[in-house]
Every structure is written in C-alpha cells, then in structure tokens.
C-alpha cells in the first residue's frame, strides 16, 4: 500500500459483505471523542452569546446566571481544545489537501445539483470536509490563546488592558466565525442522507461510501479502478 492510500485510510476502516454491504469509518473513542467536542462547543457557543450582546443575556438562565457563565465559560473552552486536539491528531493526516480536491471544489455546483457523476474520486474526506477540519483548527487556536488573554481570574497580571481589547475583539470574531462553520457542518451532515449514521453507529452502507467517497471504498476493498466505457472498448479492440 501507498503513502498515499494509508492517508485516506484510517486504522479501524473495514469493509464487512452482507445484504447490504456495511463499512466501518469511525470507532468507539473517535465517536466519543467526536461528541464530547460537539457538545463542549454547543455549550461554549450558548455560553459564550449571553455575554455577547445584551439581548442574548437570557441565554446564561441555562448555566444558572452571569456569574456561572463567566465562571463555567473558560473552561468549557479548555475542553473544547483538549478535545478537538484529540481529533486532529487523529484525523489530520486524512485531510491533507489533493489533487482530486481541487477539482472537487470547482465542481461545487454539481456537488450542490446532486451530479455526482461529474465529480472526481475523493477519499475519506472530500474538499468541503477539509476545509471545514483546518478551519476549526485554526479558529480553536485564535480561540484558546484570545481567550487565555482575557481570562481576569488565572492570568490578569499578565497582561495589559490593551492586549485584553485586542484579545476580546479577535475572540469574538473568531467566535462567529467557529459558530458559522459549525453550522454548515451540521447542515452538510443532515443534507447528505446517511452521513449522521457513521458518527452515530460508527458504520454507513456500501452504497453511501460508493457515492461520496469511492476512492476510500476502493482502497478499503483493494480494487482497481473501473476503466470509462470508452477506454474499454478500446482496449478489447487491442
């Protein structure tokens, strides 16, 4: 096996035959490492809006008030790193940029239209999953060191009244922007039927892993590619 194909296989993907044909993608600690981070990022988004804005204040009524928001927030936010942490050193490797990607993203319409036929081969992640992995890397990042600079109770003393404005103002606008890629990646993950299913059982059928990402499937199963009808014909023509 390739360098290449080990990136776009994880250890614990297999292909198990039946009726229908079913193919593990995630197990149990990546499942659980998953949804600690979802839930610690759910949580910090809730408790991080009430103190955004006034009209948002309601929101801390679901940690117990203000206080227990300024409190709980941060450290929330500590479980958030350490837990996406655990997913990047896991999945990092897998969402290495490609060739096939690129072009992936210029076809986004046909992504958007349902023509998969016009869509390139991808492995386990296409280029929409990729892009939503490194963003949230890099904004979980901007988060934790922003939010370390404003954090009054541990680290006050350490800097300065300007250095928190500045801190406070990137915090914020990297909050908005982890929210939103949030809410793309729970929308992509409800709009492609079955997607939901691997993070939840751990498992999604051969016919979703056909669809949306052959050429992980391919590698899963060690088989070649199929030759287009043409190049076929002119092959037994040879």
Do not use: C
Not at 75 to 86: A, C, E, K, S, Y
Not at 131 to 158: E, H, K, P
């Amino acid at each position: 096996m390739s360098t290449e194909t080990e990136y776009d296989v994880a250890k614990g993907d297999s292909v198990h035959p039946g009726k229908p044909v079913t193919v593990d993608r995630y197990t149990g600690a990546a499942r659980i490492n998953h949804w600690i981070t979802a839930t610690s990022l759910v949580l910090l988004a809730l408790s991080g809006l009430s103190l955004f804005h006034p009209r948002l204040f309601f929101l801390s009524a679901l940690f117990g008030g203000g206080q227990w928001v300024r409190t709980i927030h941060p450290w929330i936010g500590v479980v958030l790193f350490f837990g996406f942490l655990g997913l990047f050193l896991r999945f990092w490797k897998l969402n290495l940029w490609k060739r096939e990607d690129g072009t992936w993203l210029a076809r986004v319409r046909d992504v958007l239209t349902a023509h998969d036929e016009r869509l390139p081969e991808v492995g386990k992640y296409n280029a929409g999953q990729k892009l939503v992995f490194w963003s949230m890397s890099i904004l979980i990042v901007v988060l934790i060191t922003s939010g370390v600079v404003i954090w009054d109770q541990y680290f006050a003393a350490y800097t300065t009244i300007e250095q928190k404005r500045w801190a406070l103002l990137l915090h914020s606008i990297a909050a908005v922007l982890a929210i939103s890629v949030w809410i793309v990646h729970v929308y992509a993950a409800i709009w492609v039927k079955g997607t939901i299913r691997g993070m939840v059982r751990g498992s999604v059928t051969g016919g979703w892993a056909w669809r949306y990402h052959r050429k992980w499937l391919r590698e899963l199963v060690a088989t070649p590619p199929t030759e287009p009808a043409e190049d076929q014909k002119k092959t037994a023509a040879e």
